[in-house]
């Protein structure tokens, strides 16, 4: 029989929280070109909890440079596979066709969107035989690499705080004709899911026009109750998750 999850008292004072947290805050995820707004909303997030009472450590987690072109690596050739199925035949919506053969081709072609698309070539790409060992193998013991970042990080730290992404959100479509743009929006979130451990983001705080900052938390495997009350003893002493920006942003 398995064990109940661990209730998580909400009640908890901050103060109670924080006292003796050890956080870490990783070199790698203030990089050149971070915006500006973006840093200083999180450093003042974490000199806060360091005034209620939490160590705050500089860490070094340094194969994070590799987390976005493993991930899109590993992500399309698991797309390439999983999405194998939705032919028209055995799942999802189907074509109309004269024959098995057009209802695959016109059915894929017609349903699957243009980042769908790349992923599954990306992906079939880095499986086919003579790449997968150059592609997927190696993406794979990177992979094994950022784990063990993380793993060598707790041993010192409770928990790691960092952005959650470089920039504020971006216009809808801004980077439609760039997806190696839009990918690298996603450098702060990718070594944690390669990694197979927990993070939340809150917000910490809002850039010149109006756009809301996160900070993300991140912590060992299975520790979720852990940054849920990180997250809310945060909560408990800020009112960012309440206000409304004052100017209007357009999309």
């Known amino acids: 029989m398995k064990s109940p999850l661990p209730e998580i008292?909400?009640?908890?004072?901050?103060e109670e929280i924080f006292n003796g947290l050890r956080i870490g805050v990783p070199e790698e995820y203030f990089i050149k070109g971070i915006q500006t707004e973006v840093e200083s909303c999180v450093m003042e997030a974490i000199k806060s909890l360091e005034s209620?009472?939490?160590q705050v450590k500089t860490i070094r987690l340094p194969h994070t440079k590799y987390a976005v072109p493993v991930y899109y690596i590993l992500a399309p050739a698991e797309a390439s596979a999983n999405l194998a199925r939705y032919d028209g035949i055995r799942y999802g919506e189907r074509a109309n066709a004269n024959s098995i053969w057009d209802i695959f081709q016109e059915t894929r072609g017609e349903k699957f969107g243009q980042e769908v698309k790349r992923r599954i070539?990306?992906?079939?790409?880095?499986?086919?035989?003579g790449y997968y060992e150059a592609y997927y193998g190696q993406a794979q013991k990177v992979r094994t690499l950022?784990?063990?970042?993380?793993?060598?990080a707790f041993d010192e730290v409770?928990?790691?705080?960092?952005?959650?992404?470089?920039?504020?959100a971006f216009r809808i479509g801004e980077h439609g004709d760039d997806p190696l743009s839009m990918y690298l929006e996603d450098a702060f979130t990718l070594p944690a899911n390669l990694a197979g451990i927990p993070?939340?983001?809150?917000?910490?705080?809002?850039?010149?026009n109006g756009l809301p900052v996160g900070l993300q938390i991140m912590a060992?495997?299975?520790?979720?109750?852990?940054?849920?009350?990180?997250?809310?003893?945060y909560q408990q002493v800020t009112d960012w998750h309440k206000v409304i920006p004052k100017k209007k942003f357009i999309f």
């Open 9 to 14: 008292n909400l009640e908890k004072p901050a």
């Open 52 to 54: 209620l009472g939490a």
């Open 121 to 129: 070539m990306l992906g079939t790409y880095a499986l086919s035989a």
């Open 146 to 152: 950022i784990k063990k970042d993380f793993e060598l």
């Open 158 to 168: 409770d928990i790691i705080a960092a952005p959650v992404a470089p920039t504020t």
């Open 199 to 208: 993070g939340i983001s809150f917000p910490v705080g809002f850039d010149d």
């Open 220 to 233: 060992p495997a299975c520790q979720e109750e852990m940054i849920l009350q990180v997250a809310n003893a």
